[in-house]
């Protein structure tokens, strides 16, 4: 008798091999896309992990760029006329400082009579600032080279500076050499066309800024004989704010009313003056203005405001 039975059984294992692919098939399917999503889902999260790394790069780049432009521009002003300096200044010694070869300087001031008020620019206490200007044409009649007065100055050009204010910065540097201090001019004196070279030229560099850090043409106190800009080898024989943390910018804040200067533009009145802090500039307004000055507790263009001394030439 011949048996069918293993040739059956072959076919049911057959069968069952074909169903168990069939069954797992689909799993298997599921599988494989399930790890196609995560492979795309992790490809996704790096592209955008990189994209974030380097947005916040930019973005650092930028504020520290703006910083550093922002910090150089705050402390390093330079001057409304850069002198020109080959070396360190020639300064003269300081026992030639203060010979009495020029003016009997003790009764210079009490001997030159102020005009009234409004009849003329040579007033020590005339108000030049933001809304009162000077004519172009304006220049004093008694401007004398810093040189006749062997006051140390920058560069190989002569300054100038008013007869009376010449006499007593001469006594000025004089005081401050013997107490260990250095003041060495950078600016005095400077006409209407000076000042409007100097304003254009900061114009060029800092835009609509330059007019916190210089006068415009005719608004300068530099136009009026009596103002002087100081540095000194503290400060690298430049005009920016570091001469505002020297000893003789502190010397200067104590015994410059005495020699009738005062500082022009101080620190924290910026909204008063119209300008930023210059610790370099100085206007010699005379020892009693000065002591009157001091007195009021007001800024110089407020007092000078009172005094209603108005810039009529």
Same mark, same amino acid.
């Given at each position: 008798m011949v048996v069918e039975r293993p040739r059956d059984a072959h076919r049911g294992s057959a069968g069952q091999s074909i169903k168990r692919t069939l069954t797992f098939s689909p799993v298997k399917q599921k599988k494989k896309k399930s790890?196609?999503?995560?492979?795309? #889902? #992790? @490809? @996704?999260? @790096? @592209?955008?992990?990189r994209l974030l790394i380097a947005a916040i790069t930019l973005s650092s780049l930028l504020v520290l760029g703006y910083t550093l432009a922002e910090a150089t521009t705050q402390v390093k002003v330079q001057a409304v006329v850069q002198p020109t300096v080959s070396s360190t200044p020639q300064l003269a010694g300081v026992d030639e400082i203060g010979g009495a070869e020029h003016v009997n300087i003790e009764s210079t001031e009490a001997s030159q009579e102020q005009p009234a008020a409004g009849e003329s620019c040579d007033d020590l206490r005339v108000l030049v600032d933001r809304s009162h200007t000077l004519p172009p044409d304006y220049a004093p009649d008694d401007l004398a080279p810093l040189?006749?007065?062997r006051v140390p100055t920058l560069g190989n050009g002569e300054m100038l500076l008013r007869s009376e204010a010449a006499g007593h910065l001469r006594r000025m540097v004089k005081a401050a050499a013997d107490d260990g201090e250095e003041l060495v001019v950078a600016s005095a004196y400077r006409s209407y066309s000076d000042q409007q070279t100097s304003y254009a030229r900061l114009t060029s560099i800092y835009g609509t800024r330059a007019g916190e850090m210089s006068a415009r043409p005719g608004h300068s106190q530099h136009q009026l004989g009596t103002a002087v800009d100081f540095t000194n080898g503290a400060a690298s024989y430049e005009i920016w704010r570091y001469f505002g943390g020297t000893s003789t910018y502190s010397w200067l804040g104590d015994h410059a009313s005495e020699y009738g200067f005062v500082l022009a533009y101080p620190r924290g009145q910026e909204e008063k003056t119209g300008y930023q802090w210059e610790p370099w500039h100085y206007r010699y307004v005379g020892t009693k203005t000065a002591e009157r000055l001091g007195a009021s507790g007001l800024s110089l263009q407020e007092f000078l405001a009172r005094e209603a001394v108005l810039p009529r030439c």
């Open positions: 790890t196609i999503n995560l492979l795309a #889902a #992790a @490809r @996704r999260k @790096r @592209r955008r992990d040189s006749d007065y």
